[in-house]
């Protein structure tokens, strides 16, 4: 197999008030090393995802990295056969992944990491509840056997579905994501709630995908990841979904052959909700 794009996927709470200064020499720094993806700042740390050649990622996580309050930042790496972004951006945000708590920070109070080798036996406890901290059109795409699937459409959901459901804080809970950001940030919010036997799966479903062995996985179907592959296997071998072209949506072939699927403009997950200038490009 081809494999051009090396893709690294990385994020570290840290305080960065100066946030709005690193913009600026970090796309210099990206663009003079053709690497491309996203990067989003934020007084509460960075997260991205770039690819490029092994060299120039490589290069570009050992400049962020040269910075002493990123020098603990981990990645996740994983091949493209075609470039999975189409430039390289940089913005700056309130926050790195956004719940709309500014006051829950996860450098001070979040809660304990479980490697990816340890995550099968947590998961497994009867007593212990695993909560999916991804949005619904993420969970459809594959989650992990006997999960807790919340239903959000977006992250910022979280905490109003966490007030209904009405967990005991003694309750042990086991949290996960596509990376490990928005698991990092809900233990932090579950922890600021009385919580205090709370976990999260370390480096997320990527780094579980991709060091447990396929035999050994709880993980049932694939992974939805915020760039041009869509999704990704065991191994972090690129998936069988697709996206939507007018709404977005993860779509599977076998959806496609739906009579409300118009490859190109809408899926039957839409199409009751675009109208038909946009599905035709009008104006």
């Known amino acids: 197999m081809t494999r051009n794009f090396l893709v690294a996927a990385f994020y570290r709470f840290a305080a960065l008030?100066?946030?709005?200064?690193?913009?600026?020499?970090?796309?210099?720094?990206?663009?003079?090393?053709?690497?491309?993806?996203?990067?989003?700042?934020?007084?509460?740390?960075?997260?991205?995802?770039?690819?490029?050649?092994?060299?120039?990622v490589h290069a570009l996580l050992d400049h962020l990295r040269s910075d002493p309050?990123?020098?603990?930042?981990?990645?996740?790496?994983?091949?493209?056969?075609v470039a999975p972004f189409k430039r390289m951006k940089v913005k700056l945000k309130r926050e790195i992944v956004t719940l709309g708590?500014?006051?829950?920070?996860?450098?001070?109070?979040?809660?304990?990491?479980?490697p990816p080798q340890d995550w099968n036996a947590?998961?497994?406890d009867p007593d212990?509840?695993?909560?999916?901290?991804?949005?619904?059109?993420?969970?459809?795409?594959?989650?992990?056997?006997?999960?807790?699937?919340?239903?959000?459409?977006?992250?910022?959901?979280?905490?109003?579905?966490?007030?209904?459901?009405?967990l005991d804080t003694k309750a042990r809970v086991a949290m996960y994501c596509t990376g490990g950001i928005r698991c990092e940030?809900?233990?932090?919010?579950?922890?600021?709630?009385g919580f205090e036997n709370v976990f999260h799966l370390q480096g997320g479903i990527l780094k579980y995908l991709?060091?447990?062995?396929?035999?050994?996985?709880?993980?049932?179907?694939?992974?939805?990841?915020?760039?041009?592959?869509?999704s990704v296997k065991h191994g972090l071998a690129p998936g069988s979904w697709s996206s939507c072209h007018a709404c977005g949506m993860p779509v599977q072939r076998k959806d496609m052959e739906s009579t409300f699927d118009v490859e190109g403009a809408s899926c039957s997950h839409c199409c009751r909700e675009v109208p038909d200038s946009e599905i035709s490009g009008q104006a």
């Not at 396929?214 to 939805?224: A, I, K, M, P």
Request: charged share 25%; glycine share 8%.
């Open 185 to 193: 940030k809900s233990t932090a919010l579950l922890k600021s709630m």
């Open 128 to 166: 212990v509840i695993v909560i999916d901290t991804r949005n619904d059109y993420e969970v459809k795409v594959g989650t992990f056997k006997g999960a807790v699937n919340p239903g959000t459409r977006s992250f910022r959901e979280f905490p109003e579905w966490l007030q209904r459901t009405r």
């Open 101 to 114: 708590l500014p006051e829950v920070n996860p450098v001070e109070m979040a809660g304990t990491y479980v």
């Open 17 to 56: 008030p100066d946030f709005a200064e690193l913009r600026a020499p970090l796309l210099e720094k990206a663009l003079a090393l053709d690497v491309i993806g996203s990067i989003l700042l934020a007084p509460e740390g960075i997260n991205g995802t770039i690819a490029g050649s092994t060299e120039g």
């Open 122 to 124: 947590l998961i497994s």
């Open 210 to 230: 991709e060091t447990v062995p396929e035999e050994q996985s709880l993980w049932e179907g694939e992974c939805y990841v915020f760039d041009e592959r869509v």
């Open 69 to 81: 309050r990123l020098a603990g930042l981990e990645h996740k790496e994983s091949w493209a056969e």
